[in-house]
């Protein structure tokens, strides 16, 4: 191959792509290339543009009578760290290509899942292996004791309600993933949706003496009517969970201008303990909680928020948190009304 063909080969692939000559020399990069591993590499031995001892042990080893060789490297740019997957292949005796492919965000993709299948068993463990000692205990030292029968009853109920939460947290929130690319269009009258949450959750407010109230012009948004229903029910419910006992929680509705024009805020406000600053940014993240053993002695899943940020983000909305530590906390639901 001339040297012009070399380079139109390098330029017509999609990916940063290298060619090395006898082991020891960079004979030719393509743009995405110079810019990955830097200029000037061309002329240079491999180990000046690849510093990755698993990329340079593939280009030594690979061969015209080997296959395709793969090698991982890990690069920092611009403060982050990007991972490549490496095909190092001969093209003929002395003549090795190395093309590059960016897999930083499926090695975090795959990172999310494995933490993912973690948290869950370990959240779904916890009760169950109460659930299973309990089991024990009834079948063996309790047998015989009415009293005791009655109290690991009540115990077993509340951890298999445990369990029951976060099973319809977890369809709900990979119910809603699905959808999330469809945007609804429902026409949902807001007012009246937030009223509904409201009286449903009166049981809940009237246990610690709280009043809800709601004020704001009627406004209707497209919306998911039951999605809405279910962002503000965890809402309203965090703010009566982790408000302070006979708060006054105050939602309203008020008129929003967005770089997607016209949009409505509904704003949940508790007078709650209120949020360190260095939680905010975690605090959609699925099972994330503040106080773990509080969230869990609430009947909290670590869930709620995380369902909330998917459905705010299905309808191309906004969810904002302002808190102050010791007065409470306000989240906000942006929704656009176009
Ligand atoms: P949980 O089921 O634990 O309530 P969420 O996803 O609804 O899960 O909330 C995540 C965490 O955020 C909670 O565990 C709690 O620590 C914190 N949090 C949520 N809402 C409030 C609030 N209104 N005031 C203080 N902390 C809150």
Redesign the pocket.
């Known amino acids: 191959m001339t040297e012009v063909e070399i380079s139109r080969l390098l330029a017509g692939l999609p990916l940063p792509a290298m060619l090395i000559s006898d082991g020891e020399r960079v004979q030719a990069c393509n743009a995405q290339a110079l810019a990955l591993l830097g200029e000037g590499i061309v002329g240079r031995h491999p180990a000046i543009a690849v510093r990755a001892p698993g990329v340079l042990e593939a280009i030594g080893r690979v061969g015209p009578e080997t296959p395709p060789q793969e090698a991982r490297m890990s690069l920092r740019r611009e403060g982050q760290e990007q991972v490549f997957q490496v095909t190092v292949s001969s093209l003929r005796e002395g003549l090795v290509l190395c093309v590059f492919r960016d897999v930083t965000e499926e090695e975090k993709a795959g990172e999310m899942r494995r933490d993912f299948v973690a948290n869950v068993s370990h959240e779904l463990r916890t009760p169950l292996t109460a659930l299973m000692g309990f089991i024990e205990t009834l079948k063996h030292a309790a047998k015989d004791d009415p009293k005791a029968r009655e109290v690991f009853l009540g115990i077993m109920e509340a951890e298999a309600g445990r369990m029951n939460r976060l099973v319809r947290d977890l369809l709900q929130l990979s119910r809603v993933e699905a959808e999330e690319r469809v945007r609804p269009k429902e026409p949902v009258a807001l007012k009246p949706l937030l009223e509904g949450v409201i009286s449903s959750l009166r049981g809940v407010a009237e246990k610690t003496g709280d009043r809800v109230e709601l004020v704001g012009d009627p406004v209707t948004v497209p919306g998911d009517r039951d999605q809405l229903v279910q962002v503000f029910t ?2 309203v ?3 009566l ?3 302070r006992a006979g708060q006054v929680v105050r939602v309203s509705l008020s008129p929003e201008e967005t770089v997607r024009g016209p949009a409505v805020r509904v704003e ?1 406000a ?1 007078e ?4 360190d600053p260095v ?1 905010l940014p975690r ?2 993240e699925r099972f ?5 053993h ?3 002695e ?11 940020k998917h459905i705010v983000s299905r309808h191309r909305g906004w969810l904002r948190v302002e ?1 102050v530590v010791g007065e ?2 306000r ?1 906000s639901v942006i929704l656009p009304l176009g």
């Open positions: 965890n809402l419910e965090n703010a969970k982790y408000g949940v508790d709650g303990e209120g949020i939680h605090l959609t994330y909680r503040v106080d773990t509080r969230s869990r609430m009947g909290g899943t670590g869930l709620g928020l995380a369902i909330v808190s409470g906390s989240f």
